[in-house]
């Protein structure tokens, strides 16, 4: 049987930040406009350094794992799912679309996937191939949605469809982040040790940063009210919780016959929350974040109880 401790050890940090930042928003410590700069620090200066260090770090052969083919099944499905219902349900605009579908099956790989790995699997291992996966295949879609959506966040209006394409790494600094560190992990290069060091630390703010900035965004707009906001988040958070992990256990049980723990991990790591990245997209590009923001939340508050029943279900004394 596992223990929670352990286990509620990994989401403290999460409370406890995004309560600190609602603590900020309340008191309003740093300013009205701290909100729009410290997402805006995330998104162009924290998060690209984070995601190069993650992936310069990270062998690409990782990503050749069977495993992560049920993982990337079950993500595609959910991310297709909270798409469809965004446009189909709930009529949203394109952009929002790209939230709905990023709420629904993008997980919290990075500050939140490393220490459940470690407590319930006893390695992060497979936590690469799954930040592979999201970094360099969902992101830039979700990214190109977004961008196709908003025209460019306002900035690019006077460019046409294609040109705005060509142009999106220079709005959207995670992908030449991400590329870049492709760059350095095919080649097996390393940084110098203080410039690398200085990039760690710069990449290290960007998750509690982000915390602190979706606290902040917590005061002064309560959880939504209305019937179609509320019936959108819990369709994203139903299939973030419940269809992306049980989609990644049936591919991996029925269709690729994982073994009992490769399947454990496959399934523990779908039933990771929603990631702070979605608010973060959702704030950068001047979309309500009403959807992302209460995702987020609800999600990781959930994810406790499906996290704990995998591993119940999955793990070694039931295997």
């Given at each position: 049987?596992?223990?929670?401790?352990?286990?509620?050890?990994?989401?403290?940090?999460?409370?406890?930040?995004?309560?600190?930042?609602?603590?900020?928003?309340?008191t309003?410590?740093?300013?009205?406009?701290?909100e729009s700069?410290?997402?805006g620090?995330?998104f162009?200066?924290a998060?690209p350094?984070a995601?190069?260090?993650?992936?310069?770090?990270?062998?690409?052969?990782?990503?050749?794992?069977?495993?992560?083919?049920?993982?990337?099944?079950?993500?595609?499905?959910?991310?297709?799912?909270?798409f469809?219902?965004?446009?189909?349900?709930?009529?949203?605009?394109?952009?929002?679309q790209?939230?709905?579908?990023?709420?629904?099956?993008?997980?919290?790989?990075a500050?939140?996937?490393?220490?459940?790995?470690?407590?319930?699997?006893?390695?992060?291992?497979?936590?690469?191939?799954?930040?592979?996966?999201?970094?360099?295949?969902v992101?830039?879609v979700?990214?190109?949605?977004?961008?196709?959506?908003?025209?460019?966040?306002?900035?690019?209006?006077?460019?046409?469809?294609a040109a705005?394409?060509l142009?999106?790494?220079?709005?959207?600094?995670?992908?030449?982040?991400t590329?870049?560190?492709?760059?350095?992990?095919?080649?097996?290069?390393?940084?110098?040790?203080?410039?690398?060091?200085?990039v760690e630390?710069?990449?290290?703010a960007?998750?509690?940063?982000?915390l602190?900035?979706?606290?902040?965004?917590?005061?002064?707009?309560?959880?939504?009210t209305?019937?179609?906001i509320?019936?959108e988040?819990?369709?994203?958070?139903?299939?973030?919780?419940?269809?992306?992990?049980?989609?990644?256990?049936a591919?991996?049980?029925?269709?690729?016959?994982?073994p009992?723990?490769?399947?454990?991990?496959?399934?523990?790591?779908?039933?990771?929350?929603?990631?702070?990245?979605?608010?973060?997209?959702?704030?950068?590009?001047?979309?309500s974040t009403?959807?992302?923001?209460?995702?987020?939340?609800?999600?990781?508050?959930?994810?406790?109880?499906?996290?704990?029943?995998?591993?119940?279900?999955?793990?070694?004394?039931?295997?």
């Open positions: 049987m596992y223990a929670l401790s352990p286990l509620l050890s990994g989401f403290v940090p999460i409370w406890v930040l995004s309560a600190a930042g609602y603590a900020v928003g309340r309003g410590l740093l300013g009205p406009q701290a700069v410290l997402g620090f995330v162009n200066v998060m350094a995601l190069f260090t993650m992936v310069a770090r990270t062998p690409l052969g990782a990503f050749a794992n069977t495993s992560v083919i049920a993982f990337a099944a079950g993500t595609t499905l959910a991310c297709l799912l909270g469809a219902a965004s446009r189909w349900i709930f009529g949203r605009r394109l952009p929002d790209a939230i709905g579908g990023m709420a629904a099956g993008y997980v919290n790989s500050n939140l996937g490393i220490p459940v790995a470690v407590q319930i699997l006893g390695d992060a291992s497979f936590v690469a191939p799954v930040l592979l996966f999201q970094v360099l295949l992101t830039p979700i990214l190109a949605v977004l961008d196709a959506g908003t025209a460019g966040a306002h900035r690019w209006r006077g460019n046409n469809g705005r394409m142009l999106l790494p220079l709005r959207t600094p995670v992908i030449p982040g590329v870049l560190g492709c760059a350095v992990s095919a080649a097996g290069w390393r940084l110098p040790v203080a410039l690398g060091h200085s630390l710069l990449g290290n960007g998750v509690p940063t982000a602190i900035t979706l606290g902040m965004s917590l005061h002064g707009r309560p959880p939504a209305g019937v179609a509320r019936a988040v819990g369709a994203a958070v139903l299939i973030k919780t419940l269809v992306q992990p049980l989609a990644a256990f591919v991996g049980s029925l269709v690729l016959h994982l009992a723990h490769q399947l454990l991990a496959v399934v523990i790591l779908s039933a990771l929350p929603s990631a702070q990245n979605v608010f973060i997209y959702a704030r950068q590009y001047e979309l009403a959807l992302a923001r209460d995702a987020v939340m609800l999600s990781t508050l959930l994810s406790m109880a499906t996290l704990s029943a995998a591993a119940w279900a999955l793990g070694p004394a039931h295997a």
